[in-house]
């Protein structure tokens, strides 16, 4: 069964700090990717990140990291000294079968001026 | 840029209704998907298509239909609306080949009086 796992609900940190968000997932198939997609409170999912299984390097883009890792099944994403544009909840995902996508449930990020 | 254009942003429509959600993308995607939204669900897909005229039930089909007659739109229809149909409706798109990406449209909140 594929499964993706977003076990913290809310998160709230003030502006500057840095902050992980979680995600584990579970498949059976040796071929797969993992995305991360951002909703801000407008209502549209941005992409934001994806991997695929083969490539377990870490990845930046500015104050926006990702940690994956084949060996606990996790691919986290750290954003460094955060900012109150970065308040929306947070998407992890794992395509697999081909065309099917699972998200977990989300992760919502408050960060307080 | 891929654009997912949905085509209502706010709806209120009553009890047993007729209702039509419609999305168009411009980007030649062969996968078209409908995914509902709800506070501490996440995201779940609701019907998907990978070609014109093709569709495969989701997670939560029940009490809905679509419709692709064009490979550029995908329509959700609910027959008889009913009030725990009130959600957030996104409506989603991705090329098969690529490691396809998942792509989104704003949303649709329908409420159901």
């Known amino acids: 069964a594929q499964k993706v796992t977003q076990a913290q609900t809310e998160i709230s940190v003030v502006e500057k700090e840095d902050v992980t968000l979680d995600c584990v997932y579970e498949?059976?198939?040796?071929?797969?990717?993992l995305f991360w997609y951002k909703q801000p409170p407008s209502g549209e999912l941005v992409f934001l990140i994806r991997?695929?299984?083969?490539?377990?390097q870490n990845e930046i883009s500015g104050r926006y990291s990702w940690n994956f890792q084949k060996s606990t099944s996790s691919f986290n994403f750290t954003i460094t000294a955060s900012q109150v544009v970065d308040s929306a909840v947070y998407f992890c995902?794992?395509?697999?079968?081909?065309?099917?996508?699972?998200f977990g449930s989300g992760t919502k990020l408050n960060v307080k001026p | 840029d891929v654009k997912v254009t949905q085509s209502s942003r706010y709806l209120v429509k009553r009890t047993g209704e007729k209702v039509f959600l419609e999305c168009v993308q411009d980007?030649?995607?062969?996968?078209m998907f409908w995914y509902r939204q709800d506070p501490g669900l996440g995201l779940r897909l609701i019907y998907f298509?990978?070609?014109?005229?093709?569709?495969e039930k989701g997670d939560i089909p029940e009490g809905y239909s679509v419709s692709r007659e064009k490979k550029e739109r995908f329509s959700l229809i609910l027959e008889s609306a009913s009030t725990n149909q009130t959600s957030m409706y996104l409506c989603?798109?991705?090329?098969?080949?690529?490691?396809?990406?998942?792509?989104f449209g704003e949303g649709s909140w329908l409420t159901v009086v």
């Open positions: 989603a798109s991705s090329k098969t080949w690529g490691g396809n990406t998942i792509y």
């Open positions: 498949t059976r198939d040796t071929t797969y990717y």
């Open positions: 991997r695929n299984s083969f490539d377990e």
């Open positions: 995902a794992l395509r697999y079968n081909f065309n099917k996508f699972y």
């Open positions: 980007m030649d995607h062969e996968n």
């Open positions: 298509s990978y070609d014109v005229k093709m569709k």
